[in-house]
């Protein structure tokens, strides 16, 4: 049966939080801040766009790796995680994104 890796880079994330960011990457990025982790958000999104733009299937799932990797960065700097946004899309299930966007105006 094939790992949850959501489940599991959550607790990685949870680890890293409290290294010392001179042994980890993701403690460096949660010690320099919100900005630090929000560049790195950035810069992967365009990493992801280029690779799309390229049509090369490799690069699209490594840049989309690494966007994904540093959203849930972001998203444990904040003490939220994945299951939070799975529970948002679960709530979106079967609803018009049309009307979602609507809905979200009110």
Do not use: C
């Amino acid at each position: 049966m094939k790992r949850d890796i959501l489940n599991s880079l959550s607790e990685i994330l949870d680890q890293r939080k409290q290294a010392s960011p001179d042994e980890s990457y993701t403690a460096k990025l949660f010690n320099d801040g919100s900005d630090s982790i929000l560049k790195k958000v950035g810069e992967e999104a365009t990493e992801a766009i280029i690779a799309s733009k390229s049509g090369d299937n490799g690069a699209i799932i490594h840049e989309v790796a690494d966007l994904w990797f540093h959203t849930l960065v972001l998203l444990k700097y904040h003490g939220l995680d994945h299951s939070d946004v799975l529970n948002e899309l679960e709530s979106r299930f079967g609803l018009s994104g049309l009307d979602e966007k609507a809905n979200r105006k009110n």
